[in-house]
């Protein structure tokens, strides 16, 4: 499967937003909620204490710019017709109109949009930079980008805006969401071992600051506004070593569990996108990272004793499973292995594009050659990719 990996280009949230202004705007918001008592606490677990958003914590939480449910001429006619004088019908409509509108999906999501669009961009050129390449050597394009959705997609904006040749492959994936990290260089792969003078660009922007939904008042919903982080990534693949590979991927793995589809996902509502959470999908994910040890215990089944991972590169979306993760590693393995996974995690959960940031984590530190890696993610469905490669 050889197949090269350049060190890739990060580009995160340029607005800052803290953990404490979150826990202010929610407690603000939601003080009579059964888990208001317990916000401060819930925040500091989480162990972040800001994250970066393509957009500022002021455009989350800004109301409409509609009317309110009062400012439709049928409103006040129907008041009249209730018995309503004219004079109290104005003053009731006046009072309906002072109360704040949600944002639409269209005020949400279409600033959020372009900022992915340009995120990716710059992700892009800085990858493409960094593997001392040009943007006609780019042969395939594979973008990924789940949280704010368009037809046609972040294929086809950045093929216009780089611009890329008329002949590359566009592969666009709207919905790997978390896995997108692991998947596209699976894909990848797959790609320049069928033709190993093939240059895959990989671009994964996402905003997930836009399910931040400051009308929700469940927990679940008070987990997700603490988590989310937004971030660009992009990197060079391909079917031969180049003088700036930092990687080569030796094999992938991909595993689905049946009936879990239910357990996370994003909903478009009325008021924009919802990431809905279930508490059972984190000893789900524990199950694909249970199957993931069964793959690589296989792999070197010949050489058990000897063989373990230099570093894990992995993110399964929370503590939880880092800890799981650790706990049911081989007790021979050394430990640290999920270092950079949980230094990356400390500034947010930033969902497909996690796996390229705890990469490039550890390619500043100076991962030494010939270190083995491990490369994990999973997501919604819940389906997962692992890959496995040496350092170069």
């Not at 590169?313 to 049911?328: D, F, I, K, N, S």
């Not at 705890?358 to 270190?371: C, Y």
Request: glycine share 8%.
């Amino acid at each position: 499967m050889a197949a090269y990996l350049c060190a890739p280009a990060v580009i995160h949230g340029e607005h800052s937003v803290k953990t404490e202004e979150i826990v202010a705007e929610v407690h603000g918001r939601h003080p009579d909620a059964a888990w208001a008592p317990r916000v401060d606490g819930i925040a500091a677990s989480t162990g972040i204490e800001t994250r970066g958003w393509m957009l500022p914590l002021e455009a989350a939480v800004a109301p409409g710019k509609g009317g309110g449910p009062g400012s439709a001429g049928p409103a006040r006619e129907a008041l009249i017709r209730e018995g309503f004088t004219e004079q109290d019908a104005d003053r009731v409509v006046a009072a309906l109109d002072a109360v704040p509108a949600p944002q639409t999906v269209q005020e949400r999501t279409a600033p959020a949009w372009e900022a992915v669009q340009s995120y990716g961009e710059r992700a892009a050129r800085g990858a493409l930079q960094i593997a001392g390449l040009d943007v006609s050597d780019v042969d395939c394009l594979i973008t990924s980008n789940s949280t704010t959705p368009a037809l046609p997609g972040l294929d086809v904006a950045l093929a216009n805006r780089l611009p890329l040749r008329g002949d590359a492959m566009l592969l666009p994936a709207t919905q790997w969401a978390c896995v997108a990290g692991t998947r596209s260089l699976a894909l990848a792969a797959d790609l320049v071992a069928a033709d190993p003078d093939r240059v895959v660009l990989v671009v994964i922007s996402e905003a997930l600051s836009t399910t931040y939904q400051p009308a929700d008042d469940t927990l679940e919903s008070l987990i997700v506004r603490l988590l989310f982080a937004d971030t660009a990534v992009a990197a060079v693949v391909t079917g031969r070593p180049r003088p700036e590979s930092v990687l080569r991927l030796d094999a992938s793995w991909h595993h689905t569990l049946p009936g879990t589809q239910d357990l996370h996902r994003l909903e478009t509502r009325a008021d924009g996108t919802h990431f809905v959470m279930d508490r059972r999908g984190p000893r789900a994910v524990q199950d694909t990272v249970t199957a993931m040890w069964e793959w690589l215990r296989l792999r070197y089944e010949d050489d058990p004793a000897a063989w373990h991972p230099d570093v894990l590169l992995a993110h399964p979306g929370g503590t939880r499973v880092l800890e799981y993760m650790e706990q049911t590693m081989p007790a021979e393995w050394p430990s640290g292995l999920l270092r950079y996974s949980r230094d990356s995690y400390t500034t947010g959960n930033r969902g497909g594009a996690a796996v390229f940031d705890i990469l490039r984590r550890a390619h500043d530190a100076r991962q030494k050659a010939g270190s083995r890696a491990v490369l994990y993610a999973a997501a919604p469905g819940l389906t997962a990719t692992a890959l496995e490669g040496e350092w170069l």
